[in-house]
């Protein structure tokens, strides 16, 4: 007799695509039941080794057992108010906390939302409040959210704002060195210095500098393909924006937090931003995100213009507080650097091993290989090829994202508290997977 032999995972995979709205990015077919560390398990029952985190925001890995406890604990005393209603002191702490890890110097102040976007759309207020002027400069590859104002900022047309009508005005972007891309005649040495060349051609052509309120910028592009800036990039925004009295906002939504070895990228180059942006691994699994900055840019807007019912929500503030506590006791900023080293190594033997992998970049664990029909052309492997690539890995146990605005890139951000032993078996699996994939 024939038995129905259908999965749990497919059969949930399908109300998925009845349910769901077909808008929502689909990484995997995979439905997970549960997840400890660097682990997961789907409703079948079959383990995966996890490498994306929930897309960078597991940097403590799924279910830190001190996560855990605190949302217990969390759980049976206060689970909301309104932080405009009635303040609690959990998110002062994380304020707190928040504020003593800014990477620069000079009285500061903290507020917190829900997502990265909502964090990214406020910062862009606030320094819009301070300097009293209405021009936003992102960046070609950009990622900073889905929202409307975050759309626009995103420097990748399709398929984010495919179809989607008007965008708001008033935002503008500059070239950021991609510097395994360059533009055609740039040679390696200038890609600093055209970049920076090409703000202030945007000045003179479709922005005038006195206009300008923000730039915003990742300091390591995350889903632009994780492009690492070329050395006095940075700087050199911090110097422009010094020059015409511009808020430079750093996005460390996917950076923070220990993925680059520092605990926010912008270290690696000591340039202090007037504005930070985190989420993601600020919160272990839960929805938190914040902007610290300058006091004096912090408190430039009216009373009333920023805030949400849930931002800074009491739970999400709870875990927030044990992350802090892991990051140092776990010490998971030099975990960032040792698994970057590992992951490293690796990955440049894969770029000399694969005709197609056409680059190998990352700052700490925030690694990443491009992939190339030949090293030549550099032309972008497909689309279809890169998710047949992810599929294998799948099939072998192993859950790997993409990112790139040629989704041709492969990325690492597996929880900093993995094992060496899971590591390398990760590691392995996507060789493996590599070795039987046919151009
Ligand atoms: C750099 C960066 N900024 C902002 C965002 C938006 O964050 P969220 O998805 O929480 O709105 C993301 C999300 O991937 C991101 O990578």
Redesign the pocket.
């Known amino acids: 007799m024939k038995t129905n032999t259908k999965s749990k995972s497919a059969a949930l995979w399908e109300d998925r695509s009845k349910l769901v709205s077909s808008g929502s990015a689909a990484y995997s077919s995979l439905v997970l039941e549960k997840g400890l560390g660097a682990k997961v398990w789907d409703v079948d029952g079959k383990e995966y080794l996890d490498f994306a985190g929930g897309?960078?925001?597991l940097n403590v890995g799924h279910c830190h057992p001190k996560v855990v406890a605190a949302l217990r604990e969390q759980a049976g005393k206060l689970l909301h108010t309104s932080f405009h209603v009635a303040a609690y002191e959990n998110y002062l702490d994380v304020c707190r906390e928040l504020i003593a890890v800014a990477p620069w110097q000079g009285p500061k102040k903290a507020i917190l939302f829900?997502?990265?976007?909502?964090?990214?759309e406020n910062a862009v207020k606030f320094a819009r409040g301070y300097t009293k002027r209405r021009t936003v400069i992102a960046f070609d590859n950009?990622?900073?959210?889905?929202?409307l104002l975050?759309l626009a900022l995103d420097g990748k047309h399709k398929p984010l704002r495919q179809g989607l009508g008007a965008m708001p005005p008033d935002v503008h972007h500059a070239r950021y060195p991609y510097s395994y891309r360059p533009p055609v005649g740039v040679p390696a040495s200038e890609l600093t210095a055209h970049c920076l060349e090409s703000l202030e051609n945007l000045f003179r052509v479709s922005a005038a500098a006195e206009d300008v309120a923000a730039i915003i910028v990742?300091p390591v592009?995350?889903?632009g393909g994780f492009i690492v800036p070329t050395p006095g990039f940075l700087k050199g925004l911090r110097t422009l924006c010094d020059k015409h009295g511009i808020v430079l906002i750093v996005?460390?939504?996917?950076?923070g937090f220990g993925r680059t070895g520092e605990m926010f990228a912008i270290e690696h180059d000591g340039v202090a931003p007037d504005l930070m942006?985190v989420?993601?691994s600020l919160c272990g699994g839960m929805?938190l995100?914040g902007v610290v900055g300058r006091t004096e840019i912090m408190d430039s807007v009216a009373t009333g213009a920023i805030g949400g019912t849930y931002g800074g929500n009491p739970m999400a503030c709870a875990a927030a507080l044990a992350v802090f506590k892991i990051m140092k006791e776990e010490k998971l900023v030099a975990a960032g650097k040792k698994i970057g080293e590992t992951v490293k190594k690796r990955f440049d033997g894969f770029r000399d091993k694969y005709s197609f992998v056409g680059d190998s970049r990352g700052l700490g664990a925030m690694r990443a290989i491009e992939l190339v029909t030949d090293k030549k052309s550099k032309t972008p492997l497909p689309a279809a090829k890169v998710k047949d690539i992810l599929h294998a890995c799948e099939d072998r146990g192993l859950i790997v994202i993409k990112a790139g605005v040629h989704d041709n890139v492969i990325r690492t951000l597996m929880p900093l508290v993995i094992s060496d032993a899971d590591l390398k078996r990760g590691l392995d699996i996507l060789d493996d997977a590599f070795g039987s994939f046919k151009l």
């Open positions: 897309i960078g925001a829900n997502s990265g976007s909502e964090a990214i950009a990622f900073h959210g889905r929202t975050c990742e592009q995350g889903e996005d460390e939504v996917q950076t942006v989420a993601k929805p995100s």
